[in-house]
């Protein structure tokens, strides 16, 4: 199983980024996938989840501004972010939902600057 994130990069406040998450090795279509982050020094962190059939859910802290969505004929997860914010900052990967501890891939690292 391989879940292989990307599209971080270094951005200032305000801007927008789009990550994407390749899934393989599993049977894509029937999992729910969510994107989860973990900043310097805090813990890792649930901030969007999408259902088998498109349902989604936000960290409250990122509600309005992230989008996660799905193309299971692509195998990949979305996660558009908006009005990013330095808080933001942190390294960004997807898992299942919920979480397998062994899927945990490399993340894409995303960087906020005021």
């Known amino acids: 199983v391989q879940l292989q994130a990307s599209g971080g990069g270094s951005v200032q406040a305000g801007g927008s980024l789009r990550l994407s998450c390749a899934v393989s090795g599993i049977i894509f279509r029937v999992n729910a996938m969510g994107w989860y982050r973990q900043a310097p020094g805090k813990q890792r962190e649930l901030v969007a989840s999408?259902?088998?059939?498109?349902?989604?859910t936000y960290a409250d802290s990122v509600k309005g501004r992230f989008t996660i969505s799905r193309d299971n004929a692509k195998n990949t997860v979305y996660l558009q972010i908006d009005s990013l914010k330095p808080e933001d900052t942190a390294v960004y990967y997807c898992?299942?939902?919920?979480?397998?501890?062994?899927?945990w891939g490399q993340g894409t690292l995303v960087t906020v600057s005021s």
């Open positions: 898992n299942l939902i919920p979480v397998r501890d062994n899927y």
């Open positions: 999408i259902t088998v059939v498109g349902y989604t």
